[in-house]
């Protein structure tokens, strides 16, 4: 099996910042692409931030500036640092990893972190 645990979510005042990170366990899989999705009330989730393993990133437009996105290979974690925050981007953050086992990047499969809210409030 492969387990996402995410972690850094929180309570912040607009213009502050947090860090969310999610490590995908487990020993007989290969990540690859790694990337962070958002659910608000009522709303459709939709892709933030996606981190691919060529050293690409894809953001969404909402967020560009103000959100970075890295990884960390040997950790099997991938990051989103959320700056300059707005009450806009108060949802359910959840993580997505795709893996694929053996040599070949193909077939991947998709796994989902539990999620962590995000609250931006004053």
């Known amino acids: 099996q492969v387990h996402l645990v995410e972690s850094g979510g929180g309570l912040v005042q607009p213009g502050g910042s947090l860090r969310l990170s999610c490590e995908a366990s487990?020993?007989?899989?290969?990540?690859?692409?790694m990337g962070w999705y958002r659910q608000a009330p009522g709303k459709q989730r939709e892709l933030v931030a996606m981190d691919f393993t060529g050293g690409s990133t894809n953001y969404v437009d909402s967020v560009k500036g103000r959100f970075i996105i890295s990884r960390d290979n040997a950790k099997k974690t991938v990051y989103l640092q959320m700056n300059s925050l707005k009450p806009e981007d108060t949802a359910v953050y959840f993580c997505?990893?795709?893996?694929?086992?053996?040599?070949?990047?193909?077939?991947?499969?998709?796994?989902w972190g539990q999620g962590t809210q995000v609250t931006v409030s004053s």
């Open positions: 997505n990893v795709k893996v694929y086992f053996g040599r070949d990047i193909r077939p991947q499969y998709a796994y």
């Open positions: 487990g020993s007989a899989f290969s990540i690859g692409a």
